[in-house]
Structures are given as C-alpha cells and as structure tokens.
Antibody, heavy 125, light 107 residues
Framework: QVQLQQWGAGLLKPSETLSLTCAVY????????WSWIRQPPGKGLEWLGEVTHSGRTNYNPSLKSRVTISVDTSQSQFSLKLSSVTAADTAVYYCARRTDYFDSRGASYYYMDVWGKGTKVTVSS | EIVMTQSPATLSVSPGERATLSCRASQSVGSNLAWFQQKPGQAPRLLIY???TRVAGIPARFSGSGSGTDFTLTISSLQSEDFAVYFCQQYHNWPPFTFGPGTKVDI
C-alpha cells in the first residue's frame, strides 16, 4: 500500500525559503504525477504544482515565480521549494499522488488519490 | 483559471438524514470533477472522481451526479463519521487544478 511521508521546517521568517520533501513508499515512483497542495488555516485547498519521475513539472501560474518542485528518483522523493515567503504562505502543506486513469470508452480521469499527512508551516517574524 | 464554488458553506443535518451538497464551476468541466472528504487534522480523502464514480471502499451512501457546470454530492443517510468538510475539485483544465471552498457538514 502506497504511503507518502513528508517532512520539512515548520517555522520560517519572512523572506526565507520554504523547503519540504515527500518520500514515496510501497509503490512505483514512475507513472504518476506527484503534487503539492496547501491549505491556509480555516481555508480551502490550493494546488501548487506537480512533477513526474522524469522531472517534468506543472505549476500554478499564481505562484510559478516562487515555486520549484524537483524529484530524486533514486530516493523516490520529491521536494517543494517556495521562495520569499510571507505570512500569507502560512498553511498546512500536503504532498499527494495524482493517478491518471483511462477507461475503455476513452474517458480520462486525473485524480489525487493518495495524500501525505501534511506539514504545518508557519511564517512569522 | 476555472473557479469552483460550493453551497451551502455549512449544512446542519441530523444522523440518518440525507445531505445534498452543491458544486458549481465557472465554465464547463464536463464530468472531470472529484469530491473529497476532510476531517479535522486529517488530509483530504478522495471519495468520487469522474463526477459519479466512487473510489473503492467508499460506502454506497455517497453518490455524485452532474456534468458541465453543476454537480451534486449526496449522502443518503448520514452516519456520525460523515460529519466533515467536503471539497469539489476540477481536473478538466489545468494548470491549475482548482478546488471549491468546501461545505462543512455538521450536526
């Protein structure tokens, strides 16, 4: 059974760089997109971006200038870096697996079906 | 970017009752919609994809319907473990994937 284990610094000062890593256990690393999603306190979910095992990335345009998602296939890990953080970046950050499924009728489905437990990140001076 | 909205923000129901949650997209997303359940302190859990396909292991009391811009998640008979926040998410046009703001189902 696939599990995602994530870790990283939980307290940052404004202007610092957020850095989180997510390790994948129990499943092939290839064949999926690996995502980062965040949730500010008491608010909804915001997708930040994703990466494949080959390093192909997609980013949320609203954060693209500050987000970098990278992959280490030798360790089955992927990482998030978010630069120049402010208090608005305070959130719980989740890593997740995106599964792409194509059925016999040709319909395609792209869903985030496995999630890490989340890492709380606070930005405060 | 496709904007997702959900209503109501909070739904107060009693155990055993039926709950109907709505999700609307700012433009058509076909059937490319997923529903998630999130309990306090936990990560979201995928319930439904393709607008109406339940994930393996999700009870049959959860059902999804709709296409285009309007979708519904129905919980036919609420159990105590169903009190949570429910999010919809579109995967029709990305980046970015976008989520609705959520509906809290409480007593």
């Amino acid at each position: 059974q696939v599990q995602l284990q994530q870790w990283g610094a939980g307290l940052l000062k404004p202007s610092e760089t957020l850095s989180l890593t997510c390790a994948v256990y129990g499943e092939l690393f290839s064949g999926y997109y690996w995502s980062w999603i965040r949730q500010p306190p008491g608010k909804g979910l915001e997708w930040l971006g994703e990466v494949t095992h080959s390093g192909r990335t997609n980013y949320n345009p609203s954060l693209k200038s500050r987000v970098t998602i990278s992959v280490d296939t030798s360790q089955s890990q992927f990482s998030l870096k978010l630069s120049s953080v402010t208090a608005a970046d305070t959130a719980v950050y989740y890593c997740a697996r995106r599964t792409d499924y194509f059925d016999s009728r040709g319909a395609s489905y792209y869903y985030m079906d496995v999630w890490g437990k989340g890492t709380k990140v606070t930005v405060s001076s | 970017e496709i904007v997702m909205t959900q209503s109501p923000a909070t739904l107060s129901v009693s155990p055993g009752e039926r709950a109907t949650l709505s999700c609307r997209a700012s433009q058509s997303v076909g059937s490319n919609l997923a529903w998630f359940q999130q309990k306090p302190g936990q990560a979201p859990r995928l319930l439904i994809y393709g607008g109406s396909t339940r994930v393996a292991g999700i009870p049959a009391r959860f059902s999804g319907s709709g296409s285009g811009t309007d979708f519904t998640l129905t919980i036919s008979s609420l159990q105590s473990e169903d009190f949570a926040v429910y999010f919809c998410q579109q995967y029709h046009n990305w980046p970015p994937f976008t989520f609705g703001p959520g509906t809290k189902v409480d007593i």
